[in-house]
């Protein structure tokens, strides 16, 4: 069965620091993987997704993530975060009627 | 402009009560979903539904119920509302592409049942 690990529930860095959020999966065939970001009291909107080939996948407000298969990981990453970053990351493996969702890791932006 | 939108946003009701919540999206696509977060962020899907099928999460209880009068709109029916149906309940929509649809979210809905 497919699931998603997002081993740090929280985490605090500095304006203009630098962030990676980890992901872990675990998935039968070739995963489809996604990061998504809830603001406070908003819905889920998609930063990137990685399908098929290349493993760095840009994605919006400057976000990457890079997909490992030898470490089943799909790490979320950025080079200097901004305050307005602060929010609900969540890593997701699967589609179509199978999504399945990691517990989310909560990022806070200290000035 | 809203792509998939949700009504109400907030919906507070006493236990027992039967409530809806409407989703619609504007995007084209063919599937369409209902999740729900619980108090931990937990993401849960419900069900997905096209014009063809209906899947059903079998964890739902079947005091859960969605209706899609058409292509653009799930609406989810929920009768009897128990306290741990309180949840922030989220629709989204998707189109196959290249084999494998991308999500796209409504903003949610928060229900509180008291």
């Known amino acids: 069965a497919q699931s998603v690990t997002q081993p740090d529930i929280h985490i605090t860095v500095s304006e203009g620091a630098s962030l990676e959020l980890r992901c872990n999966y675990s998935?039968?065939?070739?995963?489809?993987l996604f990061w998504y970001v809830q603001s406070p009291g908003q819905g889920l909107q998609l930063l990137l997704k990685y399908f098929s080939g290349d493993t760095l996948v840009q994605g919006i407000k400057g976000f990457e993530a890079e997909f490992k298969r030898s470490q089943s990981s799909f790490n979320l990453r950025k080079p200097s975060v901004h305050w307005s970053d602060a929010a609900e990351y969540f890593c997701a493996v699967g589609g179509n009627n199978d999504m399945r969702f990691g517990a989310g890791t909560r990022l806070t932006v200290k000035p | 402009d809203t792509a998939v939108s949700q009504t109400p946003k907030y919906l507070v009701t006493q236990m027992g009560n039967d409530k809806s919540i409407k989703c619609e999206q504007n995007l084209g696509h063919d599937t369409m979903y209902w999740y729900k977060q619980d108090s931990k962020k937990f993401l849960k899907i419900m069900f997905s539904?096209?014009?063809?099928?209906?899947?059903i999460n079998e964890t739902v209880p079947n005091r859960f119920s969605p209706k899609s009068p058409d292509k653009a709109h799930l609406n989810l029916h929920i009768n009897s509302l128990e306290l741990g149906d309180s949840a922030v309940y989220f629709c989204?929509?998707?189109?196959?592409?290249?084999?494998?649809?991308?999500?796209?979210f409504g903003p949610g809905t928060r229900l509180t049942v008291l």
């Open positions: 998935y039968g065939a070739t995963p489809y």
């Open positions: 539904y096209n014009n063809k099928e209906l899947i």
């Open positions: 989204a929509s998707s189109q196959l592409e290249r084999g494998l649809d991308t999500q796209y």
